[in-house]
């Protein structure tokens, strides 16, 4: 009998709801692969270029003036001949990188996926659990804080609307959906009503039930604590 195919886990995550957090938690209970930053190693190796170079381009589109700037730096014979000034890479070029490396590492085993679009990439995959993690201004304005370095709740916000714009710009364009419609994932969790454990078992027990409905021989691997 051929083996189950592996369990896929995305996270769609609010910026500051804690679904990063989240996704690491259940990497570890479960035994899966964590896949968030490997994805951009991978994808810089593969443009040949930093991380640092493309960590703020992630999971946003360059706007109109910024792409305007970009193709006249480029095509200027001053700028192709100097090796000091930074290369770019286009959006779709980034995105289809990313992509590649997302289906290629997804399908070596069981893992979670954090952000990327990666609830429509793999979607039709008969073992995939897509989650959305949300929630309160007050509970992401804290999280941003104590996490992401904003100085007060005024930069808190700027960052947080600042990223969700990006993102719903993003998944529109790649995805053609809305970000934030239900129907793109399987579970919406509001991170500031369940916590963290809570928020954990739920997604647990519906692997569980994944796992259950495939192959009743693999129900209970793999599910012990890590910590």
């Not at 941003?144 to 100085?151: D, E, L, T, V």
């Not at 995805?175 to 009503?193: E, F, K, Q, T």
């Amino acid at each position: 009998m051929a083996a189950p195919l592996p369990i896929q886990i995305t996270v769609s995550r609010q910026l500051g709801s804690g679904g990063s957090e989240l996704g690491q938690r259940i990497a570890c209970r479960l035994g899966f692969a964590h896949l968030d930053r490997q994805i951009l190693q991978h994808a810089a190796r593969e443009l040949d270029m930093s991380e640092s170079e493309l960590a703020n381009r992630e999971e946003r589109i360059q706007n109109f003036w910024v792409r305007v700037m970009e193709t006249f730096s480029t095509g200027c014979f001053e700028y192709t001949v100097s090796p000091h000034l930074p290369r770019t890479v286009s959006d779709d070029a980034l995105f289809e990188a990313e992509q590649r490396v997302l289906k290629h590492l997804a399908a070596k085993g069981p893992c979670v996926i954090v952000g990327r679009c990666g609830f429509h990439l793999l979607a039709g995959h008969t073992r995939l659990l897509k989650v959305f993690v949300h929630a309160s201004r007050s509970f992401r304005i804290a999280r941003m804080m104590k996490f992401y370095g904003a100085a007060n709740k005024t930069q808190a916000e700027q960052m947080m609307d600042s990223t969700d714009r990006d993102r719903e710009r993003f998944i529109e364009r790649y995805a053609g959906v809305s970000w934030h419609d239900a129907r793109n994932y399987h579970i919406s969790i509001d991170m500031s009503l369940s916590g963290f454990d809570a928020a954990e078992e739920m997604i647990v027990s519906l692997v569980n039930r994944i796992s259950d409905r495939s192959s009743n021989n693999d129900s209970g691997r793999g599910l012990s604590p890590c910590r």
